[in-house]
């Protein structure tokens, strides 16, 4: 099959690429721009490992086209600790442990960045509702739920 | 999966080209269903039709007294999120809710759940319950589609070759409309419904008399189905509990579930008349305007 280019903005970063046109956002961001801390789980939309933003909401990068994503900006877990500083969410999660295997980690931390982007006081309900997508085979919810409040608790609710 | 990807700008363009490739073009909305079969080889296709550059299918309007119109390309989360359709169609916003999880809503469309034609697809109980009307477009012009004539199998739909939904549009209804949408799953997200319930109910003038009554069902027949014998109960009646508990009865009776991975066909006629019954009770709390929804 031909390929096509397809130009990419991730992270703020413009890629040229020339691509397959049946080829995923996922398999893209992995293997032509190197950005492999976005993760291959189930590839059918069920895990949330390989969770993106894209024009600032979250989606499954296995189930969008990346030659349809030319227009969009798209933020990946690299793009979340900015010149350096970790985002306060991986701050937070490293300090209460909330990492385990650290698979689900990327595409959960970038779960939880567009919920508190978009409410930054959340009830524990509104949490859990935006990890829904999001699975965690070590099962280690509970220590991300903690490290969630760590973050948002001094924010006025 | 391996495909020639076409990528119109404007509805027009994907008309045009839709024209040319019929069959041998699948279209592509938000891409939850259809990469998924792709990916699967449950589908083969020639060509992928991507509307992501079609933008202007993608809204949700609304005219006072009239109803509401949705491109067919409104995500499930858009539609969830917007402030006339949670005020207006509640039933049509729960159900949205509860597709997959927050990044499927994200990509996930109401067009491309009711093209997709599953018995299970959440959004089609609602459309159901507000007898939706479909605009079907092709390079000959429009047709408008009742949602009710629209199904004709488990993904099958009357669509043409050289069709494409272009927007659906609910009417408003004269009176207090109160309704909601339940569904079953093991758990609260990333299911497919088990059995999806929706029930609307009217009032006008009093309290206590429903003029109308509507009950459609979900994963409970090849089709999304309505519960017409069900719904005549309570037409034009004064509730009463043994009145809804009826209801719910002869709309498991309506139903033709079979047994599959999910449940059973017993377990599914059962959970019909539970969700029946409890949606029954909160749809008509929410058309006499109470906050408090019995359960």
């Known amino acids: 099959m031909k390929k096509i280019p397809v130009t990419l903005k991730v992270n703020g970063e413009s890629y040229d690429l020339m691509i397959a046109p049946y080829r995923t956002l996922l398999d893209v961001l992995r293997e032509e721009i190197q950005l492999t801390g976005t993760k291959k789980g189930c590839d059918v939309g069920d895990c949330g490992a390989c969770t993106v933003l894209l024009n600032g909401q979250p989606v499954n990068s296995c189930l969008v086209l990346a030659a349809t994503a030319q227009d969009a900006e798209i933020m990946t877990i690299e793009g979340l600790a900015q010149k350096g500083k970790l985002h306060p969410l991986q701050e937070a999660f490293v300090k209460e442990g909330a990492v385990q295997c650290g698979f689900c980690t990327p595409g959960i931390l970038i779960s939880l960045k567009a919920l508190l982007d978009k409410n930054p006081a959340p009830t524990m309900e509104e949490v859990k509702t935006a990890m829904a997508g999001n699975l965690c085979r070590c099962t280690g919810y509970s220590k991300m739920f903690k490290a969630v409040e760590s973050v948002t608790s001094g924010l006025g609710r | ?295």
Do not use: W
């Not at chain 2, 495909?3 to 592509?28: C, H, I, T």
């Not at chain 2, 079609?54 to 999120?81: K, Q």
């Not at chain 2, 419904?193 to 009093?206: D, E």
């Open chain 2, 1 to 295: 999966m391996k495909f020639e990807l076409l990528q119109p700008r404007s509805l027009q363009e994907a008309l045009e080209m839709k024209k040319n490739y019929g069959d041998k073009a699948r279209v592509l909305a938000g891409g939850t269903d259809l990469l998924v079969l792709l990916k699967d080889q449950k589908l083969t296709a020639e060509a992928v039709m991507s509307l992501a550059g079609v933008r202007d299918l993608n809204f949700i309007r609304y005219e006072d007294g009239r109803g509401a119109t949705l491109g067919a390309l409104a995500t499930h989360g858009g539609v969830a999120a917007s402030p006339i359709i949670q005020q207006k169609f509640p039933d049509l916003a729960e159900a949205c809710s509860q597709v997959g999880a927050v990044q499927i809503q994200n990509l996930g469309t109401v067009g491309g759940n009711l093209c997709n034609a599953s018995p299970a697809a959440d959004v089609a109980p609602p459309f159901l319950l507000m007898d939706a009307v479909l605009t079907l477009a092709s390079t000959r012009g429009e047709r408008r589609v009742s949602i009710h004539d629209f199904f004709q199998g488990p993904r099958r739909t009357v669509l043409q070759a050289d069709e494409i939904l272009k927007e659906i549009f609910v009417p408003e209804v004269p009176g207090r409309r109160g309704a909601t949408y339940l569904k079953l799953g093991r758990r609260k997200a990333m299911e497919i419904a088990i059995v999806g319930i929706g029930v609307a109910i009217h009032l006008n003038g009093s309290d206590q008399v429903v003029s109308e009554c509507r009950i459609a069902m979900g994963s409970v027949a090849p089709t999304p189905v309505r519960a017409r014998r069900g719904e005549e109960i309570l037409r034009n009646q004064e509730v009463r509990d043994e009145l809804i508990e009826e209801v719910a009865v002869v709309a498991a009776e309506e139903a033709s579930p079979i047994s599959d991975v999910r449940a059973s066909r017993e377990y599914r006629l059962d959970m019909i008349r539970v969700l029946c019954r409890r949606a029954a009770r909160v749809a008509l709390a929410r058309a006499r305007g109470n906050k408090e929804e019995g359960l």
